[in-house]
């Protein structure tokens, strides 16, 4: 595996610098910031205006949309006006499709042009064609014809140039070899970057945008290993593409961002937000700072300086479900292969537990449910009561989980474990001399049916592998003590999971986001958000975890709320619409802030639908990749409306759309009324 020195630590991968004018990009430099803006090219004046506004909230590198080659003359001119005012420190980046003429307009003024390889030659038809190997070296040499003018004016004029690949526009010749995947999305710059070297340039970036993490997450991974195969070392640009807004926009592009930053990769991001740029910035700070507090040293670690193993057992190209035993934690509520991740909700003690069952009944947590309550149960006194409150309170939850201190036996815990009427999780924490404790507890629950969740750190679990073997894997989960040394949670957890498969243990892992596995928490909610986003969110993406908590949150509202838009981000446990929505930019046909918060009031409760809201047709319908129904701007003032990838209607007066909308998804039987409890109406 050589797409990264490490899967247990942070590792920076070792890049050649790239200028983007003056600012250093990969190498030794900082992760580099960039937003882009939204203002027609056009209009000069609003996109300096909005330059500047990026520029002073931190935006290192800022990139303007050059539809057609007016739009790239006018990249002259607003160069000028931003130098002018002082930022000609601020590397501007032309972002271009389908339109070499304005590529090459673009790289007379700007420091660096985007091209999308999936369109920059090609038009897209979604034609089904099969490509002899002669055809498609014929397309390969269209392709070196029509793209070598940039690439030979740009080494002439110092520019950079991005290789911006999307996995929704791929090209048709790409998805008929490779299909719509990780694989096409890498070949598809590869062919681009192949080009650019036979002439000798070298000032590139590579990108591989998909707005499904997972996805993006594998097509990063895997082009870092073609490229270290072919001894490439060019620097990468992240982001997760249509992220949408809010919270879920935040979660999507934290998770595949800080998954790819944890394992080493990533040199410049930037966080796509269906809101004003300006709110993109303090995300993709946060985000950078805290895998940028994991580098020991900013120049990277060479490959193979670490001793011992370096990689745990998941395929990180292909994803997998970690296979585990199915658990019955209640009549109803399973953890398994076939089960989505349950959510455990922690009250801070037995005085809270009513208190924190009573917020998790909310209406509003309906479609939501938190399946587990942990609570801290330090002495005997905290048992007593716990009884006291279990039997006067309806809790509402299907399982128990009890977080017993040192100080708890199993003589002390047996009357509970043996009278409770409901499944219990005991959670304790082992040390490596406490095998016979650990085989005391679980033989105790075992004897009644309930549950141990062992506490274990990855290094002392072989000390536990009889103990493991002994109780046959009967009823017990399995999570991290504590992050071990100087490697971060996540690859503290692959090392679990891998040292559990070791022992022959297929135990459920539950990943508890808690003050000890933050990589650099404060208590923010936006803090919070990253690091549930970056632990639990990308090992749910490498396929591990079964039970998740999000214990640093304290509002238990907040924290079931957070942890079921975990799961929704990393696609493991679906609970409501998902939306597709594109950033904007300086093509967008209609208002996309307003759309989409329209939008999703009206069909956010259809679970599992995915609207796509995208604002132009150029890009859209490409970029909207697997949605069920897209929302496109056709024209000004005029929404095309789309089944998957077909449209459907043209040109509706928006006023229309949305009803149209609605209509589209009840005609495909995919709609269901509001629950207006649930909707808190
Ligand atoms: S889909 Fe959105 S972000 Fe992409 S080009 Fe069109 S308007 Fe711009």
Redesign the pocket.
């Given at each position: 595996m050589s797409y990264c020195a490490s899967r247990f630590r942070t590792v920076r991968r070792r890049t050649v610098e790239v200028k983007v004018g003056a600012l250093g990009v990969g190498g030794a430099n900082p992760i580099r910031l960039q937003s882009m803006t939204t203002s027609d090219t056009q209009d000069v004046a609003a996109t300096v205006r909005q330059s500047i506004a990026l520029a002073e909230v931190g935006c290192e590198i800022v990139r303007i949309?050059a539809p057609n080659v007016p739009a790239a003359k006018c990249l002259k001119e607003i160069r000028a006006q931003l130098t002018a005012a002082g930022f000609g420190h601020v590397p501007l980046v032309a972002d271009i499709?389908f339109l070499p003429a304005a590529a090459m307009e673009a790289v007379e003024h700007v420091e660096k042009v985007r091209v999308n390889p999936g369109n920059y030659a090609d038009k897209k038809k979604f034609a089904v064609k099969e490509y002899t190997d002669a055809d498609y070296a014929a397309e390969l040499e269209r392709l070196h014809a029509a793209f070598s003018p940039l690439v030979r004016r740009a080494r002439e004029l110092g520019r950079a140039l991005r290789i911006g690949t999307n996995h929704g526009s791929l090209s048709d010749r790409i998805m008929n070899r490779y299909g719509d995947t990780p694989l096409g999305m890498v070949e598809s710059a590869l062919e681009f970057l192949r080009i650019a070297r036979s002439h000798s340039f070298h000032g590139l970036i590579l990108s591989m945008k998909a707005s499904n993490p997972k996805v993006m997450i594998q097509a990063y991974r895997l082009l870092v290993d073609r490229m270290q195969r072919e001894d490439m070392h060019y620097p990468l640009h992240l982001g997760v593409t249509e992220a949408g807004d809010g919270e879920d926009g935040r979660i999507k592009s934290a998770i595949g961002i800080g998954s790819l930053l944890l394992d080493g990769l990533g040199d410049t991001i930037r966080v796509s937000l269906t809101e004003d740029s300006v709110y993109e910035i303090p995300v993709a700070q946060a985000i950078a700072d805290k895998a940028m507090s994991l580098w020991p040293d900013p120049a990277g670690v060479a490959p193979g300086r670490e001793a011992g193993s370096t990689h745990d057992a998941v395929d990180p190209y292909h994803f997998t479900k970690r296979e585990t035993a199915t658990l019955h934690l209640s009549g109803r509520c399973a953890v398994g292969p076939e089960q989505p991740p349950r959510v455990i909700v922690r009250a801070p003690s037995v005085g809270q537990l009513a208190a924190t069952a009573a917020a998790l009944g909310s209406p509003r947590l309906k479609e939501t449910p938190a399946e587990g309550l942990l609570v801290p149960v330090a002495s005997a006194g905290d048992l007593g009561t716990l009884c006291e409150v279990a039997a006067r309170t309806a809790l509402g939850v299907d399982f128990l989980a009890l977080e017993l201190g040192p100080a708890i036996t199993p003589d002390l815990v047996r009357p509970l474990v043996a009278l409770s009427p409901g499944r219990l999780m005991l959670v304790r924490a082992f040390a490596p001399a406490e095998t016979a404790q650990f085989a005391a507890f679980a033989e105790t629950v075992r004897a009644h049916g309930h549950f141990l969740a062992a506490e274990i750190a990855p290094d002392d679990v072989p000390a536990f592998a009889d103990a493991i073997r002994a109780q046959g894997g009967a009823g017990l989960v399995f999570t991290l003590a504590a992050p071990a040394g100087a490697g971060h949670a996540t690859g503290a957890y692959r090392r679990l999971a891998d040292a559990l498969r070791a022992a022959g243990s297929n135990a459920p892992l539950w990943i508890r986001n808690t003050a000890a596995t933050a990589v650099r928490g404060d208590n923010s909610f936006l803090s919070k958000l990253l690091e549930a986003s970056f632990l639990t969110g990308g090992l749910l993406c490498d396929g591990l975890g079964d039970l998740v908590s999000i214990e640093t949150e304290s509002d238990p509202a907040r924290a079931t709320t957070l942890a079921y838009n975990v799961l929704q981000g990393a696609g493991a446990r679906i609970s409501k619409t998902e939306f597709v929505a594109?950033?904007?930019?300086g093509?967008?046909l209609f208002d996309l802030q307003s759309t989409t918060q329209r939008i999703r009031e009206k069909t956010g409760h259809l679970k599992g639908v995915k609207i796509a809201i995208?604002?132009?047709i150029?890009?859209?319908p490409g970029?909207m990749a697997d949605a069920d129904f897209g929302y496109v701007g056709g024209a000004p003032g005029k929404i095309n409306l789309y089944v998957g990838k077909q449209c459907v209607q043209y040109n509706i007066p928006q006023a229309e759309a949305d009803a149209r909308l609605i209509a589209l998804i009840r005609e495909h039987g995919k709609w269901a009324d509001p629950d207006p409890v649930a909707a808190g109406r």
């Open positions: 949309t499709h594109c950033p904007s930019c093509r967008t995208m604002g132009c150029v890009n859209g970029e």
